[in-house]
């Protein structure tokens, strides 16, 4: 089934969803006794000899973890620290020790997220699907003081300082059932659990009232081909392919035309490894790829001269601001503790 076809059934509590709710309730068995298990020290949280920050979700879809991944980490090199990311490197064929992302690596290999957060912020990043031993590997270069995992809340053998939950403001918790009945891996009570909530909100659309939330504004299109970089709005009253294989696509779509951009869809599945046959159509319209998706077309050499990728800048409320000086200050005093002989 497609991913449409699944967010039709997950969004309300109809009789698919009807039929598929004795076996969320199985799953929701399966995972309490899988955190039950590492509250025991039955299984073992592997330690960190770092903070570490975990930017996850309690369902399934893109709710922006990655670009508030790396947002935190341009407040926290301002603030004078020094982030790295980990990250399971989902969506690529790396199943072994930890491994550094460098700019030689393919996204097919390490995964299109680690790859896209190494060119953005600059900062180390490791991927393993341990992500303990990816923590270890930042620890032992010297070059990082505070760790931030691009997902993994429910990676129980990661140790963590802070967590952090991104939710869509706009599709929320669907039916508000577990898998496979609905689009949640764990239960909207895990909120109360973790140190921060945060919303990410559409293009246009209101910030819920006194919450941490955020907006993704397009900025640039930048060619693949010459590299050049023009205003996204350059685009407005055109009509345009608009290419996009991420966990909500449609935000994507809604986000060219809340700019007045004509779009023929394109959607794929989330990490789907983009083709040049996926960009190519018959005729002279440019065609607009995520950040994400373009990091998988870098390594094709076919001519890619009407492809462009949409560049974001995550616009952060006051309150998002506010919470992120505070874990700022919580992980400074933290850090201080653990020097204090």
């Known amino acids: 089934m497609t991913a449409a076809g699944w967010q039709s059934i997950w969004s309300s509590r109809g009789p698919m969803a ?23 020290g039955v299984r073992r949280v592997e330690p960190s000899r770092l903070p570490v920050l975990v930017v996850g979700n309690i369902g399934v879809g893109g709710t922006g973890k990655s670009p508030l991944t790396a947002w935190l980490c341009e407040q926290l090199a301002a603030a004078g620290l020094r982030p790295g ?17 460098s700019d030689h690596d393919e996204a097919s290999v390490v995964g299109d997220e680690p790859l896209m957060l190494a060119h953005m912020t600059g900062v180390p990043v490791s991927v393993c699907r341990r992500r303990a031993e990816a923590v270890e590997q930042l620890a032992s270069s010297g070059e990082v003081d505070v760790v931030v995992s691009d997902d993994g809340l429910q990676h129980h053998a990661m140790a963590r300082d802070i967590e952090i939950v991104v ?82 696509p449609a935000r994507f779509f809604d986000a060219l035309r809340s700019v007045g951009i004509d779009v023929i869809e394109h959607p794929l599945p989330d990490h789907h490894p983009i083709t040049p046959e996926d ?7 440019p065609v607009l790829v995520t950040q994400k998706d373009a990091i998988k077309l870098q390594s094709i050499h076919s001519p890619l001269d ?36």
């Not at 799953?27 to 025991?40: E, N, T, V």
């Not at 960009?279 to 319209?285: C, E």
């Not at 974001?312 to 992120?324: E, G, N």
């Open 279 to 285: 960009v190519a159509f018959d005729d002279p319209m």
């Open 306 to 341: 009407k492809v462009y990728t949409v560049e974001t800048r995550l616009q952060p409320s006051t309150q998002l601001r506010d919470a992120c000086d505070q874990l700022v200050d919580q992980l400074r005093m933290q850090m201080q503790q653990e020097r204090t002989p």
């Open 167 to 248: 939710v869509d403001a706009v599709t929320g918790f669907g039916n508000g059932w577990l898998l496979p009945a609905g689009p949640l891996r764990e239960s909207t009570d895990r909120l109360d659990s973790v140190d921060l909530v945060v919303y990410q909100c559409g293009a246009g659309m209101d910030a819920p009232t006194s919450r941490a939330s955020f907006e993704l504004a397009l900025t640039n299109c930048r060619s693949l081909t010459s590299g050049t970089s023009e205003r996204v709005t350059r685009f407005a009253g055109q009509r345009v392919h608009a290419v996009a294989a991420i966990g909500r």
């Open 85 to 101: 990311i980990v990250s399971r490197g989902y969506g690529g064929s790396h199943a072994g020790a930890a491994h550094r992302v």
């Open 18 to 40: 009807c039929l598929l709710w004795p076996v969320s309730q199985l799953y929701r068995s399966l995972a309490a006794l899988d955190r039950a298990l590492y509250r025991m």
